[in-house]
């Protein structure tokens, strides 16, 4: 690694091996430093850096002025877009909205929104605020909803009137830091009586996001705004996951971050001024937040984000009819698009797309063969998680892909397998793990903690915190093997959670709610797999005495999990008199999962009953 301490900023500022990433792989790790990479960020005086200067204001004053930064798309195509300068300058009032509501640095600010123009600015003016901004996937039925905004201890809420009154609402009173919630279509309307007493809604408890800003952007014009001087290691980000046991876990990431989100950027993304890029992850998942919003704008591109869901033909009209440059999608969203047949694409052209990247589950090697059929491109994956909050393992543009491979480190990472112990975590012996160094040995795959996006704690949960990491190294809970030419391969999870169209999904989140119904005594969630989504929530089912095991309780029980849960709820139910337990008790997951594979059960010493 080069050393960098001697240098000035500005020298460090010009270190010309920081450019897109391609063909050199090897050269460009020899000389990273992350040094230089926080070089090539502008950074505020004395030291201080905030996200959102980095990703928006330093354009907005400079060449980039009046390049689009942001391009919505509606559900009916309408177009809104926000030049870098209108972006700085929007984003300011929602910053000056949320302090004079009493945000402090540091606190909460949560959105429950589709992709549109407020929750951009409500993510940006959070950041600029000096307070932290939690996103929550708008998918998410009350439950879960519920259980971040409690967790999270979250002070305002941002969301529509719809969200607030089918998920919110009713919980109010449950959520005691929660001061305001601004909804986007204005306040809640005075409902008529019987509405109004089931969601529990009043109006006066919700207050409008457009009166703020209108508010917001006089106090703006009159007083201006100074960005509140961050430091690098403050927090900016509140993301949430989800384990194999427990309550979702909110992993704090913190302002220099960006660092790594500006240079993945660069190098796994390929992304220059002048791009025209679109992210198909939502907001409310890390991708959406690090790739659909900080990352990119920080490289001065024009980011597109879309409000509709999937529908094949209506994206490859917007990757031609956008110009779309750069492609950053996931698995399960490239098996829909091959699903349909590489015929409708050929309807299309393409002749801007110069790189298509995929994120979130294994990639399959025909979808990186069929991206060449549809697009000329081939895909390229990318591995990482909410805890590393940048893409750590890449194929790179320009480097010969090995198609079903997540690729090689990102410069500046330091990955390896570890040998798993007999709990699927690594093997600590002596206080030292070991470090399988044979090519292609499976092991847990870990990595060297030190890049600037790690993740610094789960939110009041410093055990679970301490779990992830043993002997130095960082254990992401995956299986991988490493071939001879440092090639990274995804092997499996080595824990319960279940990846659903990309989507990492609790078990016990799942089970909790399933719970509350009366027919249900207990109950083991698992991942089913499944050929579009990767894997589908499959919940088995013992019941209580008394209730019978009929295709209607099963109706029954679907749609009670879809109420509560919305999109993490289980897709099939099956009823099962006797759960397989562990000696301690607990429902023992693999065994349900190897059953349902019609797989060996493995090593079956911990379970109830054997010898
Ligand atoms: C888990 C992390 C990555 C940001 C969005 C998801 C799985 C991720 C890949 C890949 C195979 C992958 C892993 C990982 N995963 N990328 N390229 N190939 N699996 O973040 O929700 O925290 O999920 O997604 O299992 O641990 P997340």
Same mark, same amino acid.
């Given at each position: ?205 919700? *207050?409008?996001?457009?009166?703020? #800003?209108?508010?917001? +952007?006089?106090?703006? @014009?009159? &007083?201006?705004? $100074?960005?509140?001087? /961050? ?63 900080? *990352?990119?704008?920080?490289?001065? #591109?024009?980011?597109? +984000?879309?409000?509709? @869901?999937? &529908?094949?033909? $209506?994206?490859?009209? /917007? ?82 892909? $090995? ?105 016990f989140e799942v089970e909790s709610a399933l719970m509350e119904h009366p027919a249900v005594a207990e109950v083991g969630v698992i991942g089913k797999p499944d050929p579009l989504a990767g894997e589908i929530v499959k919940a088995f089912v013992t019941l209580r005495a008394g209730y019978e095991a009929t295709p209607a309780l099963q109706r029954e029980l679907i749609t009670f999990g879809r109420h509560r849960l919305g999109s993490v709820a289980p897709r099939e139910i099956a009823f099962d008199p006797a759960l397989p337990h562990t000696r301690s008790g607990k429902v023992m997951r693999r065994l349900l999962k190897a059953r349902e594979l019609g797989l060996p059960e493995g090593d079956l010493s911990t379970v109830e009953g054997q010898p």
């Amino acid at each position: 690694m080069a050393d960098t301490s001697t240098r000035t900023d500005r020298e460090i500022r010009h270190v010309p091996l920081l450019e897109p990433l391609v063909g050199d792989y090897e050269e460009r790790c020899r000389t990273f430093s992350w040094e230089q990479a926080r070089g090539l960020l502008a950074g505020l005086p004395g030291g201080g850096l905030n996200m959102a200067h980095e990703a928006v204001d330093r354009h907005a004053t400079g060449p980039l002025r009046d390049v689009v930064a942001l391009r919505f798309l509606d559900r009916g195509q309408l177009v809104t877009e926000l030049t870098y300068a209108e972006l700085r300058r929007a984003s300011d009032a929602v910053a000056v909205g949320l302090q004079a509501l009493g945000v402090d640095p540091g606190d909460r600010v949560c959105t429950l929104l589709q992709r549109s123009p407020e929750l951009y600015l409500t993510v940006l003016g959070t950041l600029k605020a000096g307070a932290v901004y939690c996103p929550l996937f708008p998918a998410f039925g009350p439950e879960p909803v519920f259980e971040r905004l409690s967790l999270g201890k979250v002070r305002v809420l941002v969301t529509d009137r719809i969200s607030y009154e089918r998920k919110v609402a009713q919980f109010r009173d449950r959520l005691p830091h929660l001061e305001t919630v601004l909804l986007v279509d204005g306040a809640a309307a005075p409902a008529d009586d019987d509405a109004d007493a089931a969601s529990g809604a009043r109006p006066e408890d919700t *207050g409008s996001w457009a009166a703020m #800003v209108e508010s917001a +952007t006089a106090a703006l @014009d009159r &007083d201006g705004f $100074r960005i509140a001087q /961050t430091r690098p290691d403050q927090a900016a980000l509140l993301h949430f996951t989800s384990g194999t046991t427990g309550k979702p876990k909110a992993a704090v990431h913190v302002h220099e971050a960006v660092v790594a989100h500006h240079v993945t950027a660069m190098y796994a993304l390929d992304l220059r001024p002048g791009d025209v890029y679109w992210c198909t992850a939502d907001p409310g998942w890390v991708t959406g937040t690090s790739y659909g919003i900080i *990352g990119p704008l920080c490289r001065g #591109v024009t980011v597109v +984000t879309d409000s509709a @869901d999937f &529908d094949a033909r $209506r994206w490859y009209r /917007t990757l031609q009819d956008e110009r779309v440059t750069v492609f950053y999608t996931a698995p399960t969203a490239l098996r829909m698009l091959m699903r349909v047949g590489s015929q409708m694409a050929h309807e299309y052209t393409f002749p801007a797309l110069r790189h298509v990247v995929s994120v979130g589950e294994p990639l399959n090697p025909e979808a990186v063969v069929w991206g060449v059929e549809a697009f000329g491109l081939p895909v390229h994956d990318t591995w990482w998680q909410t805890e590393t909050g940048a893409i750590m393992v890449s194929n790179y543009p320009g480097m010969a892909i $090995r198609p079903g491979s997540m690729g090689r480190p990102v410069p500046g990472i330091t990955a390896a397998v570890l040998e798993r112990g007999p709990d699927g975590r690594a093997a600590v012996v002596h206080g030292h793990v070991r470090v399988l160094t044979e090519p292609d040995a499976v092991g847990e795959l870990a990595l060297r903690p030190g890049w600037p996006s790690m993740f610094r704690a789960y939110l009041d949960d410093p055990d679970r915190y301490g779990a992830c990491f043993a002997d130095g190294w960082y254990l992401s809970g995956d299986l991988a093997r490493f071939d001879a030419d440092g090639y990274g391969w995804f092997v499996g999870r080595a824990d319960d959670v279940i990846k659903s169209a990309g989507h990492l999904i609790g078990p016990f989140e799942v089970e909790s709610a399933l719970m509350e119904h009366p027919a249900v005594a207990e109950v083991g969630v698992i991942g089913k797999p499944d050929p579009l989504a990767g894997e589908i929530v499959k919940a088995f089912v013992t019941l209580r005495a008394g209730y019978e095991a009929t295709p209607a309780l099963q109706r029954e029980l679907i749609t009670f999990g879809r109420h509560r849960l919305g999109s993490v709820a289980p897709r099939e139910i099956a009823f099962d008199p006797a759960l397989p337990h562990t000696r301690s008790g607990k429902v023992m997951r693999r065994l349900l999962k190897a059953r349902e594979l019609g797989l060996p059960e493995g090593d079956l010493s911990t379970v109830e009953g054997q010898p």
